[in-house]
């Protein structure tokens, strides 16, 4: 069967062709009555516009990509979804691109005809790929870290900020042996609340044991594991807190502290990054900091559209998190 094209429209409808392309294009030189007519028109047809002639006419795609190494998780799923809704109400479709490998990532940035690129890739967006969107003047915003120019722009979390604010309300509650579970430390948030964590620490005079720094890689088995290898290490001393990368890592913390004995936050307090939606059904509800995910996903969005129609410039937007005080955490008793 045949593609329906533009005249066939025009001729179904009985208008030329001029006014099926200033309906389809919502021109207000087209009335309300014959725009609902071609448009019922190209519906029974199956009529599909031609966006390689569009984006002639108006070198514009109206598609946003998405470059990323991973979409798991709960943060993703928030993320993703405030990113799409706010796509649609500024007119653009979001294209979700999952991937590690260069040629990838080069052939979706200039062979793709999108107008606009968000990236999270962490270390598989290296110094070559800012100066390939430099050149080549490509509207982007960035996720996962922080970085600006004329045409490019970061909408980023706080972390750093909300890490010392993390440990500081630790150390206010009397905690002095504090403890840091590791994300992936080549993820932007993972190093900034590491950094934040350290801050503080040197802010209040408290040394920072390197025992007490463990690999959790924001994954609840691999920091069950690294915990209970630690506690199984009697020659060395207990911290009173630990503040994990993300909340995967705190549950499991929380469950090796358990499974060894140790009672949370009676013995020792625990708290997490980034509010799961579990957080606050578990046993103890978990402390943590909460980040306005939807909040990043429409904001950048904003952004980069603002870039695209040249109404505003790159720039970082530091979105700041809140913590939320639950019952993994309390008072730390001297006489314990």
């Keep these: 069967?045949?593609?329906?094209?533009?005249?066939?429209?025009?001729?179904?409808?009985?208008?030329?062709?001029?006014?099926?392309?200033?309906?389809?294009?919502?021109?207000?030189?087209?009335?309300?009555?014959?725009?609902?007519?071609?448009?019922?028109?190209?519906?029974?047809?199956?009529?599909?516009?031609?966006?390689?002639?569009?984006?002639?006419?108006?070198?514009?795609?109206?598609?946003?990509?998405?470059?990323?190494?991973?979409?798991?998780?709960?943060?993703?799923?928030?993320?993703?979804?405030?990113?799409?809704?706010?796509?649609?109400?500024?007119?653009?479709?979001?294209?979700?691109?999952?991937?590690?490998?260069?040629?990838?990532?080069?052939?979706?940035?200039?062979?793709?005809?999108?107008?606009?690129?968000?990236?999270?890739?962490?270390?598989?967006?290296?110094?070559?790929?800012?100066?390939?969107?430099?050149?080549?003047?490509?509207?982007?915003?960035?996720?996962?870290?922080?970085?600006?120019?004329?045409?490019?722009?970061?909408?980023?979390?706080?972390?750093?900020?909300?890490?010392?604010?993390?440990?500081?309300?630790?150390i206010n509650l009397g905690h002095r042996g504090i403890g840091f579970l590791e994300g992936s430390m080549d993820v932007f948030d993972g190093v900034q609340r590491k950094q934040g964590y350290l801050d503080a620490m040197e802010e209040y005079g408290l040394p920072v044991r390197q025992e007490f720094v463990l690999d959790g890689r924001f994954d609840e088995l691999y920091t069950y594991n690294a915990v209970t290898s630690f506690l199984r290490r009697r020659e060395v001393e207990m911290p009173d807190a630990f503040i994990a990368g993300n909340d995967l890592s705190a549950v499991g913390c929380i469950n090796a502290l358990k499974d060894a004995g140790y009672q949370v936050p009676q013995d020792v307090s625990v708290v997490g990054f980034d509010d799961i939606p579990v957080a606050k059904y578990l046993s103890p509800k978990l402390t943590t900091v909460k980040n306005p995910i939807s909040l990043q996903g429409i904001a950048a969005v904003k952004m980069l559209v603002g870039i695209i129609q040249e109404r505003g410039c790159g720039r970082v937007?530091?979105?700041?998190?809140?913590?939320?005080?639950?019952?993994?955490?309390?008072?730390?008793?001297?006489?314990k």
């Design 1 to 170: 069967m045949a593609k329906v094209t533009i005249k066939d429209v025009a001729r179904e409808a009985g208008v030329a062709i001029s006014t099926v392309s200033n309906a389809m294009n919502n021109s207000n030189l087209v009335n309300e009555e014959t725009r609902a007519k071609i448009l019922e028109v190209a519906e029974r047809l199956d009529y599909v516009p031609n966006m390689n002639g569009r984006m002639l006419k108006t070198k514009r795609s109206n598609e946003l990509a998405f470059l990323t190494s991973s979409i798991q998780g709960d943060y993703f799923t928030t993320f993703l979804g405030s990113m799409n809704q706010q796509c649609n109400d500024m007119g653009y479709t979001l294209n979700i691109v999952i991937t590690r490998d260069d040629d990838v990532i080069r052939n979706h940035i200039l062979g793709k005809g999108f107008d606009g690129i968000f990236i999270f890739l962490g270390e598989w967006f290296r110094e070559a790929g800012i100066q390939l969107l430099e050149k080549h003047r490509i509207p982007a915003v960035f996720l996962d870290r922080a970085y600006s120019s004329s045409r490019i722009g970061s909408v980023v979390f706080d972390s750093r900020r909300m890490g010392y604010q993390a440990a500081k309300y630790l």
């Design 317 to 335: 937007e530091s979105l700041a998190g809140e913590l939320l005080v639950r019952e993994s955490s309390g008072v730390m008793l001297r006489d």
